[in-house]
């Protein structure tokens, strides 16, 4: 069961730090991801993180403004987006990935129910 929160709505050049706690598992065994889907278009994987924390992957959208990150002590990955942009405005959500595969999308397929960005001009 994963739950997240932190969504808002921000100007652009704002931040936001988004947080995904999961329940019900050993969290620490999974890699973990950020996904976004804005109206109208696909589901983009933004970010991934593997177990340990060590390794990350972020889309070439995001890379240099996003960065995920995970605390296995408290069962949270987390999300701080900065240098927002109107066309981060999206539905983020998180998910689990029990193949190990961090920096894939394929693998991801335990999702929470989204939290809204809205980032205005």
């Known amino acids: 069961h994963l739950v997240e929160s932190g969504g808002g709505s921000v100007q652009a050049g704002g931040s936001l730090r988004l947080s995904c706690l999961a329940s019900g598992r050993t969290f620490s065994i999974y890699a973990m991801g950020w996904f976004r889907q804005a109206p109208g278009k696909a589901r983009e994987f933004v970010a991934g993180i593997n177990w340990s924390g060590e390794r990350t992957y972020y889309a070439d959208s995001v890379k240099g403004r996003f960065t995920i990150s995970r605390d296995n002590e408290k069962n949270t990955v987390y999300l701080q987006m900065n240098s927002l942009k109107p066309e981060d405005t999206a539905v983020f959500y998180c998910?689990?990935?029990?193949?190990?595969?961090?920096?894939?999308?394929?693998?991801?397929?335990?999702w929470g129910h989204g939290t809204q960005v809205t980032v205005s001009s």
């Open positions: 998910a689990a990935d029990n193949t190990g595969i961090w920096y894939s999308a394929v693998g991801y397929n335990d």
